[in-house]
Protein backbone atom coordinates (compact mmCIF):
# COMPACT_ATOMS: atom_id res chain seq x y z
CA UNK A 1 0.00 0.00 0.00
CA UNK A 2 0.96 3.58 -0.89
CA UNK A 3 0.33 6.42 1.34
CA UNK A 4 1.28 10.17 1.33
CA UNK A 5 3.15 11.46 4.58
CA UNK A 6 1.35 14.30 5.87
CA UNK A 7 4.26 14.39 9.02
CA UNK A 8 7.01 12.77 9.84
CA UNK A 9 7.29 9.25 10.96
CA UNK A 10 10.35 8.50 12.79
CA UNK A 11 12.36 5.64 10.50
CA UNK A 12 9.78 5.71 7.74
CA UNK A 13 9.84 8.95 6.02
CA UNK A 14 9.03 12.82 6.21
CA UNK A 15 6.30 14.73 5.72
CA UNK A 16 5.69 14.81 1.89
CA UNK A 17 7.22 11.80 0.76
CA UNK A 18 5.36 9.06 -1.13
CA UNK A 19 6.51 5.74 0.96
CA UNK A 20 5.14 1.88 0.48
CA UNK A 21 3.78 0.40 3.38
CA UNK A 22 2.52 -3.08 4.78
CA UNK A 23 -1.58 -2.47 4.42
CA UNK A 24 -2.63 -3.01 7.92
CA UNK A 25 0.44 -0.42 9.52
CA UNK A 26 -1.10 2.20 6.97
CA UNK A 27 -5.14 1.49 7.33
CA UNK A 28 -4.63 0.77 11.28
CA UNK A 29 -2.22 3.51 12.47
CA UNK A 30 -0.92 6.07 9.86
CA UNK A 31 -4.10 7.19 8.47
CA UNK A 32 -6.67 7.05 11.29
CA UNK A 33 -4.11 9.18 13.39
CA UNK A 34 -3.26 11.18 10.56
CA UNK A 35 0.36 10.86 9.87
CA UNK A 36 -0.45 9.92 6.58
CA UNK A 37 -3.44 9.64 3.79
CA UNK A 38 -4.17 7.10 1.12
CA UNK A 39 -1.82 7.85 -2.35
CA UNK A 40 -4.93 8.00 -5.05
CA UNK A 41 -4.22 9.65 -8.15
CA UNK A 42 -6.05 12.91 -7.04
CA UNK A 43 -3.68 13.26 -3.34
CA UNK A 44 -0.76 12.68 -5.59
CA UNK A 45 -1.37 16.13 -6.70
CA UNK A 46 -1.75 17.58 -3.40
CA UNK A 47 1.59 16.51 -2.35
CA UNK A 48 3.95 19.68 -3.79
CA UNK A 49 1.08 21.71 -1.77
CA UNK A 50 1.84 19.60 1.40
CA UNK A 51 5.76 19.97 1.39
CA UNK A 52 5.99 23.46 0.96
CA UNK A 53 3.77 23.07 3.91
CA UNK A 54 5.75 20.50 5.81
CA UNK A 55 8.67 22.68 4.94
CA UNK A 56 7.56 25.81 6.98
CA UNK A 57 6.47 24.05 9.72
CA UNK A 58 9.94 22.66 9.43
CA UNK A 59 11.62 26.08 9.64
CA UNK A 60 9.03 27.17 12.47
CA UNK A 61 10.11 24.29 14.54
CA UNK A 62 13.80 24.90 13.95
CA UNK A 63 14.00 28.55 14.74
CA UNK A 64 11.67 27.86 17.92
CA UNK A 65 14.23 24.81 19.02
CA UNK A 66 17.55 26.94 18.11
CA UNK A 67 15.38 29.55 20.74
CA UNK A 68 15.40 27.10 23.01
CA UNK A 69 18.52 25.87 22.75
CA UNK A 70 19.89 29.17 23.11
CA UNK A 71 17.77 29.28 26.59
CA UNK A 72 19.07 26.18 27.75
CA UNK A 73 23.14 26.51 26.88
CA UNK A 74 22.35 29.78 29.08
CA UNK A 75 20.94 27.76 32.00
CA UNK A 76 22.92 25.64 34.30
CA UNK A 77 20.78 23.89 37.11
CA UNK A 78 21.97 22.24 40.23
CA UNK A 79 20.93 19.10 42.11
CA UNK A 80 21.51 18.02 45.59
CA UNK A 81 21.71 14.74 46.25
CA UNK A 82 22.83 12.42 49.10
CA UNK A 83 26.81 11.13 48.77
CA UNK A 84 29.06 9.14 50.79
CA UNK A 85 32.59 8.51 50.22
CA UNK A 86 34.89 9.12 47.03
CA UNK A 87 31.78 11.19 46.33
CA UNK A 88 29.36 8.67 45.13
CA UNK A 89 25.75 9.35 45.18
CA UNK A 90 23.34 7.23 47.00
CA UNK A 91 21.36 6.94 43.95
CA UNK A 92 21.56 8.38 40.68
CA UNK A 93 19.90 11.82 38.96
CA UNK A 94 18.46 10.61 35.60
CA UNK A 95 17.00 12.85 33.25
CA UNK A 96 13.82 13.03 35.12
CA UNK A 97 15.57 14.99 37.61
CA UNK A 98 16.88 17.17 35.46
CA UNK A 99 14.18 18.14 33.41
CA UNK A 100 12.57 18.88 36.66
CA UNK A 101 15.58 20.75 37.55
CA UNK A 102 15.43 22.63 33.94
CA UNK A 103 11.44 23.39 35.05
CA UNK A 104 12.64 25.03 37.82
CA UNK A 105 14.56 27.62 36.09
CA UNK A 106 11.54 27.93 33.72
CA UNK A 107 12.46 25.91 30.67
CA UNK A 108 9.81 23.09 30.08
CA UNK A 109 11.61 20.09 27.97
CA UNK A 110 10.40 16.76 27.80
CA UNK A 111 12.14 13.96 29.77
CA UNK A 112 12.84 11.91 26.94
CA UNK A 113 15.13 14.81 25.05
CA UNK A 114 17.71 14.56 27.60
CA UNK A 115 20.32 12.04 25.87
CA UNK A 116 21.76 10.79 29.14
CA UNK A 117 23.74 8.14 27.78
CA UNK A 118 23.71 6.52 31.96
CA UNK A 119 22.24 7.92 34.75
CA UNK A 120 24.98 10.20 36.62
CA UNK A 121 25.99 8.49 39.85
CA UNK A 122 29.09 11.25 40.97
CA UNK A 123 29.40 14.24 42.38
CA UNK A 124 30.57 16.72 39.53
CA UNK A 125 30.11 19.03 36.97
CA UNK A 126 28.31 17.13 33.87
CA UNK A 127 27.46 18.40 30.16
CA UNK A 128 24.00 16.67 28.91
CA UNK A 129 22.50 16.83 25.56
CA UNK A 130 19.58 18.35 24.95
CA UNK A 131 18.18 17.02 21.43
CA UNK A 132 15.31 19.72 20.49
CA UNK A 133 15.00 19.19 16.85
CA UNK A 134 17.10 16.66 14.36
CA UNK A 135 19.80 19.54 13.88
CA UNK A 136 19.50 21.15 17.21
CA UNK A 137 21.39 19.62 20.10
CA UNK A 138 21.67 21.65 23.05
CA UNK A 139 24.67 21.38 25.57
CA UNK A 140 23.28 21.62 29.32
CA UNK A 141 25.60 22.05 32.48
CA UNK A 142 24.15 20.25 35.27
CA UNK A 143 26.49 20.64 38.90
CA UNK A 144 25.65 17.50 41.61
CA UNK A 145 26.33 18.59 44.56
CA UNK A 146 26.55 17.07 47.84
CA UNK A 147 23.60 17.86 50.11
CA UNK A 148 24.19 18.93 53.20
Given at each position: ?????K???????????????????G???????????????????????????????????????????????G???????????????????????I??????????????????????K???????????????????????????
Amino acid sequence: MQVILKQDVPKLGNAGDIVKVAPGYGRNYLIPRGLAAPATAGSVTQVEHQKRIAQSIRRKQLSGAEAIAEQIEGTAVSIRREAGEDDKLFGSVTNRDIAEALAAEGVEVDRRIIQLEEPIKAIGLFTVPVRLHRDVIAKLRVYVIRAS
